[in-house]
């Protein structure tokens, strides 16, 4: 789909972007932070829910969803965003980072990645063609090609040999995008750079897959246990040898400070499980820190979580989320996932506007400075 990205403004002081991606389920509007769906749900939230909380776009895993309940059963039922009734648009992981996290269930081979399910234990293999035909059943909007996350640390050679590897089955997941029609019928496919903390891995890396063409990039192998600046130096080393006119995608990450800073940085889109998962354990986002919901300190506060913060969790105070987080409702979780994920929404809708406005480097400063200073 030529011309589906579409830059419209840039920051002045910083080399944060506004951008708009058109996809076959709608126009998403970057920065964007997309919420975590791995087995066709967004966990104790309905698509109606998202929807109304303004989530533009959200991911499923090629991984778990082939193995339960099986691609070829979402196609046969309509696809993914039929299965599961969300009508925006979805992006799908290869299973790439299960290549990292199962690292003592699966083999790395040079065609792909043979694995043993974590479920049962039963062999399957992922390949540049097996992950493309999945993604396919399932009607991705966005595919990403599947990669070889090096850990960390990583040894040199290791690293470029995983860079290596991955250009392979990149070029692969292209070509079959291709002759299958998936791309010319305005599926995109993103690619992944990797390189480890070696810069001039990640350049090379960049460089190699950008000769490729793809409709969008991704920085794939960081957050995998490295400490928060050399993270986010390895997001600098790769976004500046990215295409400018093409979206750029930091994978499985982070903090709201850490957004705003990639932001800062040059990318377009995250996702993460952190709003989520930690929302089920009693913690609430605020502009002044994360608070822990089961300390004892909220258990008369009649306030909302955020005040202004208007969504439906915002209907109950802080005491009343305390109650059910320590009652173990399923309800706090449902409420504190919403609210959660708006915070994080509406983060990324200030920061849009702050872009277009041109002053978005003092705001973000400032925010992350009130964050940072604030929490427990």
């Not at 005491?319 to 983060?347: V, W």
Request: charged residues 20%.
């Amino acid at each position: 789909m030529p011309g589906h990205f579409q830059l419209l403004a840039t920051d002045s002081a910083t080399a944060a972007r506004r951008g708009r991606l058109t996809t076959r389920h709608g126009m998403v509007e970057t920065p964007v932070f997309m919420p975590v769906g791995t087995q066709g749900t967004v966990k104790a939230v309905t698509p109606g829910q998202l929807h109304d909380l303004g989530a533009q776009i959200i991911l499923g895993n090629t991984y778990h969803l082939n193995l339960r309940p099986g691609s070829e059963l979402i196609r046969e039922l309509g696809g993914l965003h039929k299965f599961m009734g969300w009508d925006g648009p979805i992006l799908t992981d290869s299973g790439g980072f299960q290549v990292f996290s199962l690292a003592k269930l699966r083999d790395i081979r040079d065609d792909g990645v043979a694995f043993s399910s974590h479920l049962d234990g039963a062999k399957l293999f992922l390949g540049p063609r097996e992950v493309m035909a999945i993604q396919q059943n399932l009607g991705s909007d966005i595919a990403m090609v599947i990669d070889e996350c090096p850990p960390w640390p990583c040894a040199r050679d290791a690293c470029a040999a995983a860079c290596a590897r991955s250009l392979r089955w990149a070029r692969e997941c292209k070509n079959i995008a291709e002759g299958s029609g998936f791309l010319a019928s305005g599926h995109h496919v993103f690619a992944i750079v990797q390189g480890s903390t070696f810069d001039d891995l990640r350049r090379d890396a960049a460089e190699a897959l950008a000769a490729v063409d793809f409709p969008g990039y991704a920085v794939g192998g960081v957050s995998v246990g490295e400490p928060e600046p050399e993270m986010l130096k390895q997001v600098g080393a790769t976004v500046p040898f990215l295409p400018a006119d093409k979206p750029r995608y930091t994978m499985g990450l982070g903090t709201p400070p850490q957004l705003l800073r990639m932001i800062a940085l040059g990318v377009d889109m995250f996702d993460c499980v952190l709003p989520t998962r930690v929302a089920r354990n009693g913690l609430a986002f605020t502009p002044d820190g994360a608070i822990n919901l089961r300390n004892g300190r909220f258990r008369a506060d009649a306030r909302p979580v955020v005040e202004g913060l208007a969504n439906y969790a915002a209907n109950f105070s802080r005491a009343y989320l305390r109650h059910l987080t320590i009652a173990g409702e399923i309800l706090g979780c449902t409420l504190l996932t919403i609210h959660n994920l708006h915070f994080y929404l509406d983060l990324m809708a200030q920061a849009r506007a702050h872009i277009e406005a041109g002053d978005f480097a003092p705001w973000y400063r400032a925010w992350v400075a009130r964050y940072e200073a604030g929490g427990e």
